[in-house]
């Protein structure tokens, strides 16, 4: 390779980076919401920004809901067969349910 070949392709490889890096923070979730219905009724809105931790009572039991790394996902339940924990994170197209406790978490995003 000559001179000239190895600085176009490191010009190259320095504007995907570029373009990686813009595209990442702009399609990250500023502004996303969980939100946290219990009964059909809104318990709670927490913004997915910030690492929380919302412990929700029911008179049916409690679920620990976290917020890390702009993630909402059930940690701890009451329930008998913890498939909320298993669910995994909340997501647009994901809503965690627990029957038993009658509480759900969906994902609202951010304009």
Do not use: H
């Not at 190259?12 to 923070?25: G, K, R």
């Amino acid at each position: 390779m000559k001179k000239n070949d190895i600085i176009l392709l490191l010009c190259v490889l320095l504007l995907c980076s570029v373009i990686f890096v813009v595209v990442f923070f702009a399609m990250g979730n500023s502004g996303d919401t969980a939100v946290v219905t219990v009964d059909g009724e809104e318990y709670a809105r927490l913004p997915l920004e910030e690492d929380t931790e919302l412990l929700i009572s029911t008179e049916r039991g409690t679920n620990l809901l976290v917020i890390e790394d702009g993630k909402a996902f059930i940690k701890e339940a009451s329930c008998p067969d913890k498939v909320c924990v298993r669910t995994g994170a909340a997501t647009e197209i994901r809503t965690v349910v627990c029957l038993p406790n009658r509480v759900t978490v969906t994902v609202e995003k951010g304009e």
